[in-house]
């Protein structure tokens, strides 16, 4: 098991739309968040597998896997981590209750709702011991 340095939180973006990618980068950087990206379903699923992130964004509307899919293959995998399931389309809300995603939010972001929500998915994934 890999242990992480508690100084350092780290996001993995999963969004197909670029422009989406960079400005959720440049608000989580500016929060102290070290960035990681992936442009499709397939490629978050990897980057998981090999280096957990604290926090995945995960868009559902993506190429080759979507968001679900990639949920889905993660927990059959007994990979958990803190997920932010995020969408522009249909009801993020009852499809987050349907995979038993805690944490979602609609696009367009609304900023001080997102960097809220991610930091309460991020603050629960913690052991209690390092909790606040």
Do not use: C
Request: net charge negative.
């Amino acid at each position: 098991m890999k242990f992480k340095n508690f100084g350092s939180r780290q996001v993995l973006i999963a969004d197909d739309d670029d422009d989406s990618r960079t400005l959720l980068a440049i608000i989580l950087a500016e929060e102290g968040w070290e960035i990681r990206e992936a442009r499709n379903g397939q490629e978050a699923l990897e980057k998981v597998v090999n280096e957990p992130p604290d926090v995945l964004i995960l868009d559902n509307r993506m190429p080759e896997l979507t968001g679900a899919q990639v949920y889905r293959h993660l927990q059959a995998e007994g990979i958990n981590l803190a997920v932010v399931l995020a969408t522009a389309y249909g009801n993020i809300e009852e499809l987050a209750s349907l995979l038993g995603i805690t944490y979602f939010i609609n696009k367009p972001y609304d900023i001080p709702e997102l960097l809220k929500t991610i930091e309460s998915a991020y603050e629960n994934s913690l052991p209690e011991s390092f909790q606040v």
